[in-house]
């Protein structure tokens, strides 16, 4: 029957086992090894073209066959569930730290956090961003009380890496990679304004501040938390750089 | 622009291409007289891969081509998929919607491939069902592609072309006839090309695509694979030209997937396919 069948294909394509799928295929000519194979290729192969194009990063700096080997074992143990590619690649970055933790690569899977949170904002909804005057309009005494929204494109991804750094020499424009110290907490933001996603360093405070906002606190409240994490923290530049990047939704 | 997709040859929308056929002032002619899409490229939430189709629409007739609703899987469609698809139909308003006579979801993993189908009576009630299931839930007859295939099944009792006559028959379904995926089938796996074409019912063929394929290994092992990496080759024409012969003139499409040239290549072989169509007439 047809389930078997497919179970079979499944078993082949994915687990290497040619058995079952063997016994009920036949190839005019050759080995249906080799046939079966075209099959493998073609799903593994796919689904590794994926995830690289996905986390370029990631691949620059591990090379391209530990990437390949890393993409390939990820696929076999959390193949898609959905034919819309452009959201697989989610679980990523938890099996690159479940693999890479003990081996000296720690910081990888922030990386990988990075560049997600990047294709994730590059395919979210479209919405309005705040516009500034809208935000200046308010009287100062309700300013405090006033709740903003994230835009649906902004992501935040705080690491103890300094993975801002780390991506940033890791373009392809940049040709050769300077040393970077890794062991410096950095938080990225991305969000999203004339189609293009832009990442920006933040600071502590901001970090906090957005990461206040994120769960809905009003912004006197996540003001407080930003100054309570970052003494010098600037609302007010802050708000502007928020403001001109597009970072919350009207 | 209108909906319907021209008697004409088109080609398929790859993103290094869309600007260019964008950047000319609104009332310069067309590049290309329609373009076709692979709609999983554009089920996301938002941004500027739909801002830029939405802008390709403005200007070109556009066909909706699947690769992901796998109407061969036992399992039935996903319900999901379907309604993402819809919703991309409304505001896309696709001339033609065509999807593969193949599977690739079991047990509800998505195995990224287009993969075959025996033609048993068996199949054919599990194809028939699904077919149906789309075509209600999208509002829409769909096209089915005939795929390219590396293998056999030792229990296939049907041809390809009766397989696909059949479906036509019970859903009303049109047919995509690919007739690289007729060559690169018939070399694989046996069959005669030519009488695959002149079997398929006429008036259900809605649509053609043309494309090239690699060749690997060499004697018995030679296989040759659905790359969409080249040009159409030589015995892909004259078959063309055997299918234009016995269908009449029909939509047709250049596909061209991995190692994409220059947008001119592509204009230059839909140049080709509509010389053979006058030539035709």
């Known amino acids: 029957m047809l389930d078997v069948l497919q179970r079979a294909f499944h078993d082949a394509v994915l687990g290497g086992d040619d058995k079952a799928l063997a016994g009920l295929t036949a190839a005019p000519r050759g080995d249906i090894a080799a046939r079966i194979a075209v099959y493998r290729n073609t799903v593994q192969g796919s689904l590794v073209g994926v995830l690289a194009a996905a986390f370029p990063v990631t691949q620059r700096i591990v090379g391209p066959a530990f990437f390949a080997d890393l993409a390939q074992r990820f696929v076999v143990a959390a193949p898609p569930h959905a034919p819309q590619l452009s959201a697989y690649g989610a679980d990523f970055p938890a099996f690159v730290?479940?693999?890479?933790?003990?081996?000296?690569?720690?910081?990888?899977?922030?990386?990988?956090?990075?560049?997600?949170?990047?294709?994730?904002?590059?395919?979210?909804?479209?919405?309005?961003?705040?516009?500034?005057?809208?935000?200046?309009?308010?009287?100062?005494?309700?300013?405090?009380?006033?709740?903003?929204?994230?835009?649906?494109?902004?992501?935040?991804?705080?690491?103890?890496?300094?993975?801002?750094?780390?991506?940033?020499?890791?373009?392809?424009s940049i040709k050769d990679v300077p040393a970077v110290d890794l062991a410096w907490p950095q938080s990225v933001l991305l969000s999203r304004s004339d189609g293009r996603v832009a990442l920006r360093l933040l600071s502590a405070g901001d970090a906090a501040f957005i990461t206040a906002i994120q769960s809905g606190v009003a912004l006197g409240a996540a003001a407080a938390q930003a100054y309570d994490t970052e003494p010098a923290f600037d609302l007010e530049a802050g708000l502007r750089d928020h403001l001109i990047g597009a970072t919350f939704r009207a | 622009m209108p909906d319907a997709i021209p008697v004409s040859a088109g080609i398929g929308l790859r993103h290094p291409h869309d600007q260019l056929l964008l950047s000319e002032p609104g009332d310069a002619p067309l590049r290309t007289p329609w373009v076709e899409v692979h709609s999983e490229n554009f089920l996301c939430d938002g941004g500027p891969r739909l801002a830029q189709l939405a802008a390709i629409r403005r200007r070109y007739p556009v066909s909706c081509h699947g690769v992901g609703l796998s109407l061969g899987s036992a399992e039935g469609l996903d319900p999901e998929h379907l309604k993402r698809l819809r919703h991309l139909f409304t505001w896309v308003r696709p001339g033609l919607v065509s999807e593969h006579l193949s599977w690739s979801v079991t047990q509800g993993v998505y195995l990224n491939d287009l993969l075959p189908?025996?033609?048993?009576?068996?199949?054919?009630?599990?194809?028939?069902?699904?077919?149906?299931?789309?075509?209600?839930?999208?509002?829409?007859?769909?096209?089915?592609?005939?795929?390219?295939?590396?293998?056999?099944?030792?229990?296939?009792?049907?041809?390809?072309?009766?397989?696909?006559?059949?479906?036509?028959?019970?859903?009303?379904?049109?047919?995509?006839?690919?007739?690289?995926?007729?060559?690169?089938?018939?070399?694989?796996?046996?069959?005669?090309?030519?009488?695959?074409?002149?079997?398929?019912?006429?008036?259900?063929?809605?649509?053609?695509?043309?494309?090239?394929?690699?060749?690997?290994?060499?004697?018995?092992?030679?296989?040759?694979?659905?790359?969409?990496?080249?040009?159409?080759?030589?015995?892909?024409?004259?078959?063309?030209r055997t299918a234009i012969a016995h269908l009449?003139?029909?939509?047709?499409?250049?596909?061209?997937?991995?190692?994409?040239?220059?947008?001119?290549?592509?204009?230059?072989?839909?140049?080709?396919?509509?010389?053979?169509?006058?030539?035709?007439?």
């Open chain 2, 117 to 240: 189908l025996p033609y048993t009576e068996d199949c054919a009630r599990v194809l028939c069902r699904n077919i149906s299931h789309a075509q209600d839930a999208l509002g829409r007859q769909i096209l089915v592609e005939n795929p390219s295939r590396y293998l056999n099944f030792t229990d296939s009792p049907m041809t390809e072309a009766a397989f696909l006559t059949l479906l036509v028959q019970r859903t009303g379904c049109g047919l995509l006839l690919d007739v690289n995926n007729v060559y690169v089938s018939t070399v694989n796996t046996g069959g005669d090309a030519e009488d695959f074409i002149r079997s398929l019912p006429a008036d259900a063929v809605g649509e053609i695509h043309l494309a090239g394929h690699s060749v690997v290994g060499e004697g018995d092992d030679r296989v040759l694979i659905d790359t969409h990496s080249t040009r159409v080759c030589p015995e892909v024409w004259a078959l063309y």
């Open chain 1, 97 to 172: 730290a479940h693999e890479h933790d003990n081996h000296g690569l720690a910081y990888l899977a922030d990386v990988a956090r990075v560049e997600w949170a990047r294709a994730e904002s590059y395919f979210a909804a479209d919405a309005p961003a705040l516009d500034p005057a809208a935000l200046s309009a308010i009287a100062p005494p309700a300013l405090d009380g006033t709740v903003l929204m994230l835009h649906p494109a902004t992501r935040l991804v705080c690491s103890a890496y300094a993975v801002y750094r780390i991506w940033q020499v890791n373009q392809p």
């Open chain 2, 248 to 281: 009449g003139p029909r939509p047709t499409l250049i596909e061209w997937d991995s190692d994409l040239p220059e947008l001119a290549v592509l204009l230059d072989e839909a140049r080709t396919a509509a010389l053979v169509m006058k030539d035709a007439a």
